[in-house]
């Protein structure tokens, strides 16, 4: 329900007319806390279908690695071709991240959020139709783009929640989203392809009546919730971005401009070169995992599929906690802790690879699979509770920009596994990642404070002083005014 909303001499619109949140007025309306069991519009409904969406595009985008090692085996493929299609299945949607937040600074994250799935499923629907390496990648690179809606998905939270909980509510959707990658590798590895061979068991092939009819369940999924997307939620706390436009609330955005101020950051970049080395291996191992499992330790397809859903189902928690100790050190350390605790989980990271890589036991790669994966997904959590901090107006061009930074690591990360032996692949991949960890001693956001140096700003406003951190600081009360006060009251 729209209505007028006066303040001071003047009305602004506003979609509602009050909210279910706790919001902050200087912070565009953004909400300053996360209710999870509520689905209410504005804040808590573009919430979870930020995530959802993304869990879908997901599904959609990962749907056929499982499969990998049937549609191997049918077609003749060698194992460059299958890492080729995988190279060119993550490597799509690098120039649509780089796309998408110009575009979500423009119109919003929902209208980009339907284009993107409706389209991604399409493709999907038609991996039944591959029969060589070449329509292999074809077919990857165009369900690729589906990997692109992380951007809408983080641009999405950034714009509903304020700087007090950016940090978890982005590394939640992100983390959640993220989950569809492991739950993936469960329904279509050990779940559906099984049901699919049952159904198809008097063919001359069940196996490959299932892989080339078993991926129409998600891209039809996916084409449905796409199309929900567009109806069901809003694109910021005071209504849609035409609506807000056409009422002189919010002015017209040039894309090109967005693009520019973020990508002139040097900051943007650093984030881009530490989400290569996080969501990157995270990409890297969901084409990665049930082939590294199968082949190394001899698991069948459906048991491989299974252990390589682990790495993907840390996301129901490792990305939130990630964002929850970046907004915890935020309030305690500013900047400063934010960065810390994002150096933190990449080093981690880095030595856990190295220590996976030297892992012969099947039990104890699973375990030490579980904790790398943590640090994968928390690191991930934290980068995107910096990203919202490094020019507020060009969040979503930036998002894109170091979104695409995750892809880009798969791309080169998927190139050492094409042509490498897995522990040298492995190796190379921990010793990247301690090195990008080292960048964040050169990150330095104007007004807060660096690793090494300086401190967050105080800033005066009307009412009262905002921290580097975002969150209002009232002053302290004039001594003397304070004291007349009391003597009028005992008077």
């Known amino acids: 329900m729209s209505s007028e909303i006066p303040t001071g001499e003047t009305t602004e619109w506003k979609k509602?007319?009050?909210?279910?949140?706790?919001?902050?007025?200087?912070?565009?309306?953004?909400?300053?806390?996360?209710?999870?069991?509520?689905?209410?519009?504005?804040?808590m409904r573009a919430f979870h279908l930020s995530w959802a969406g993304f869990f879908i595009a997901f599904f959609i985008w990962f749907a056929i690695a499982p499969l990998l090692s049937e549609i191997k085996k049918t077609l003749g493929l060698t194992k460059q071709e299958v890492w080729t299609?995988?190279?060119?299945?993550?490597?799509?949607?690098?120039?649509?991240?780089?796309?998408?937040?110009?575009?979500?600074?423009?119109?919003?994250?929902?209208?980009?959020?339907?284009?993107?799935?409706?389209?991604?499923?399409?493709?999907?629907?038609?991996?039944?139709?591959?029969?060589?390496?070449?329509?292999?990648?074809?077919?990857?690179?165009?369900?690729?783009?589906?990997?692109?809606?992380?951007?809408?998905?983080?641009?999405?939270?950034?714009?509903?929640?304020?700087?007090?909980?950016?940090?978890?509510?982005?590394?939640?959707?992100?983390?959640?989203?993220?989950?569809?990658?492991?739950?993936t590798q469960l329904v279509m590895g050990t779940m559906l392809f099984p049901l699919f061979k049952e159904i198809f068991k008097n063919s001359e092939d069940p196996a490959e009546k299932a892989w080339r009819t078993v991926c129409i369940i998600p891209a039809v999924v996916g084409f449905a919730f796409g199309i929900s997307i567009y109806f069901l939620g809003d694109d910021a706390p005071k209504g849609n971005y035409n609506e807000l436009k056409k009422h002189g609330v919010m002015a017209e955005v040039s894309a090109g401009a967005s693009f520019r101020a973020g990508a002139f950051n040097v900051n943007t970049w650093l984030l881009f070169i530490q989400y290569a080395c996080c969501f990157g291996v995270e990409l890297t191992m969901n084409n990665a995992a049930a082939l590294y499992f199968k082949e190394v330790f001899g698991q069948s397809t459906e048991s491989a599929a299974a252990i390589a859903s682990i790495f993907g189902w840390m996301n129901l928690f490792a990305r939130?906690?990630?964002?929850?100790?970046?907004?915890?050190?935020?309030?305690?350390?500013?900047m400063r802790g934010r960065i810390i605790v994002h150096t933190f989980f990449l080093l981690a990271e880095g030595i856990l690879v190295l220590v996976f890589a030297n892992t012969k036991s099947l039990g104890?790669?699973?375990?030490?699979?579980?904790?790398?994966?943590?640090?994968?997904?928390?690191?991930?959590?934290?980068?995107?509770g910096i990203v919202p901090y490094i020019d507020p107006p060009a969040t979503g061009s930036i998002a894109g920009i170091v979104g695409a930074g995750g892809n880009t690591g798969a791309v080169l990360f998927g190139l050492g596994f094409r042509n490498?032996?897995?522990?040298?692949?492995?190796?190379?991949?921990?010793?990247?990642?301690?090195?990008?960890a080292v960048l964040s001693g050169a990150i330095y956001i104007k007004g807060h404070s660096a690793l090494f140096c300086g401190q967050d700003e105080i800033v005066e406003t009307e009412k009262g002083a905002v921290g580097g951190d975002g969150i209002l600081v009232v002053p302290e009360p004039d001594k003397h005014i304070m004291e007349e006060m009391e003597e009028e009251i005992d008077c």
């Open 85 to 183: 299609s995988s190279i060119v299945g993550v490597g799509g949607t690098i120039m649509m991240r780089f796309i998408n937040g110009p575009l979500c600074d423009k119109f919003g994250a929902r209208i980009p959020y339907t284009i993107i799935l409706c389209f991604a499923s399409i493709p999907c629907a038609l991996t039944g139709t591959v029969n060589s390496a070449a329509t292999l990648a074809v077919l990857r690179l165009f369900i690729g783009f589906g990997g692109s809606t992380f951007v809408m998905c983080q641009y999405w939270a950034s714009r509903m929640f304020a700087r007090e909980v950016v940090g978890t509510a982005n590394a939640l959707c992100g983390g959640w989203g993220n989950l569809g990658g492991g739950v």
């Open 420 to 436: 490498l032996e897995y522990y040298d692949a492995f190796i190379l991949m921990g010793i990247v990642i301690i090195i990008s």
């Open 320 to 334: 939130g906690l990630g964002g929850w100790a970046s907004d915890k050190a935020n309030a305690k350390m500013g």
């Open 16 to 43: 509602y007319s009050e909210y279910h949140l706790e919001v902050d007025p200087d912070q565009d309306d953004k909400a300053k806390e996360i209710k999870l069991c509520s689905f209410a519009r504005p804040h």
């Open 364 to 384: 104890l790669a699973i375990v030490v699979m579980v904790f790398f994966s943590l640090n994968v997904q928390a690191a991930e959590g934290t980068s995107y």
